[in-house]
């Protein structure tokens, strides 16, 4: 098999394709072999001592030409139609990602999309929208402005598009996550928005090119456009549907959801209505929702992230990270901090002690953290 240029990026992609080999199993693998290379190298006696790998998984190893063959072919792939690949361990990975349990494994990648920007706002909503939704949608967006934040949606009809194309219109970036691989434009009508959107922001998918799409692809890529995004708001909803359970995933992850009120006899206003009833999301009355939620300031955001990341370079490079994480997000769990950073509980739960003391990070009750400055 010829010498591969990112040997590294091809191990970890083939490891990837190891039936039932999620994030945590992933992380496990890693933490134990040193990286992925190492790991398809190891006698499968030591392979199935790696918790949660066992006989069986190790036994599936012995198999790695053939999946080393078949990331090769993928990679092969992407180089020819100018796709970027990341995996969970590259370093321009969405850091919003990695602390997920449930996190891709590898993400394929169209445009100029940054995948760690200082803001990201989803909003979704049905796919028969009516034109109050269209309009709320466009509202938001230009309501926005000030912010300067990243709008996350699923390129879907109905209010994910308006929200796509109100960002180009309002010249903010924009990410369409697909249920459909990034070289297979679903639906293809949106492929001419997909196109504009290359330039200020990207298509982002877990599919492989060329991989055959499937509707359980959908509410799979329901949970990256949560992840993503720092608050997700709801335009429209009918009672069951895709937005419904971005909705759901992102109360899960603990983000900010937010839902636009509707006319009680509008059947796309029930879903809305419903989160709301039931506290799975705040009433949006309108961007300054967002400012109080997410402790915002108009002031550019990157001149803001750059000025406390300085402020934090007299502290140990733990700490810094530490202190990077919450930065990305309003607040984390210790587990979720624990297995972003790689490092055991007994001394992350130290670290958020000393931290707390300066005054610089608060707990909060369910073991969450969140900056104060």
Not at 225 to 241: F, P, Q, T
């Amino acid at each position: 098999m010829p010498n591969p240029q990112n040997e590294t990026q091809l191990y970890q992609i083939a490891l990837s394709l190891i039936p039932k080999i999620g994030p945590a199993t992933y992380r496990n693998i890693i933490a134990y072999s040193g990286s992925a290379s190492s790991f398809f190298n190891l006698p499968a006696g030591k392979a199935s001592k790696i918790p949660r790998i066992g006989a069986k998984l190790a036994e599936i190893v012995k198999n790695k030409n053939q999946y080393l063959r078949e990331a090769e072919e993928i990679l092969n792939n992407c180089h020819k139609k100018n796709i970027r690949v990341l995996t969970l361990q590259d370093p321009d990975f969405p850091s919003r990602l990695k602390a997920l349990e449930d996190s891709p494994l590898v993400l394929f990648i169209k445009g100029n999309a940054a995948l760690n920007p200082a803001r990201a706002i989803g909003i979704v909503g049905t796919r028969q929208a009516s034109e109050y939704g269209k309009n709320i949608t466009r509202k938001i967006i230009e309501d926005l402005i000030p912010y300067q934040p990243t709008i996350i949606s699923g390129l879907a009809y109905g209010i994910d598009i308006e929200a796509h194309k109100a960002a180009l219109q309002y010249d903010l970036p924009t990410i369409g996550i697909l249920g459909s691989s990034v070289d297979n434009i679903y639906p293809s009508i949106h492929k001419n928005t997909a196109m504009s959107m290359l330039e200020n922001g990207g298509l982002l998918s877990e599919f492989q090119p060329g991989s055959e799409m499937h509707p359980g692809n959908f509410p799979k890529r329901n949970r990256i456009i949560s992840g993503l995004s720092d608050a997700l708001i709801v335009v429209e909803a009918a009672k069951k549907g895709g937005a419904l359970i971005t909705a759901e995933i992102a109360y899960s992850y603990n983000k900010e959801v937010f839902a636009v009120p509707g006319n009680l006899q509008s059947i796309y206003s029930e879903g809305c209505n419903n989160l709301i009833r039931s506290m799975k999301a705040s009433i949006f009355t309108g961007v300054k929702d967002l400012e109080e939620a997410l402790s915002w300031s108009k002031e550019n955001p990157l001149e803001s992230r750059e000025t406390k990341i300085q402020s934090w370079e007299s502290f140990p490079i733990e700490e810094q990270q530490i202190l990077g994480l919450l930065q990305q997000k309003k607040e984390m769990e210790i587990d979720q901090l624990s297995l972003q950073l790689e490092m055991s509980i007994s001394i992350l739960a130290s670290k958020l002690l000393g931290l707390e003391f300066e005054g610089i990070i608060k707990s909060l009750p369910g073991k969450k953290y969140r900056l104060i400055l």
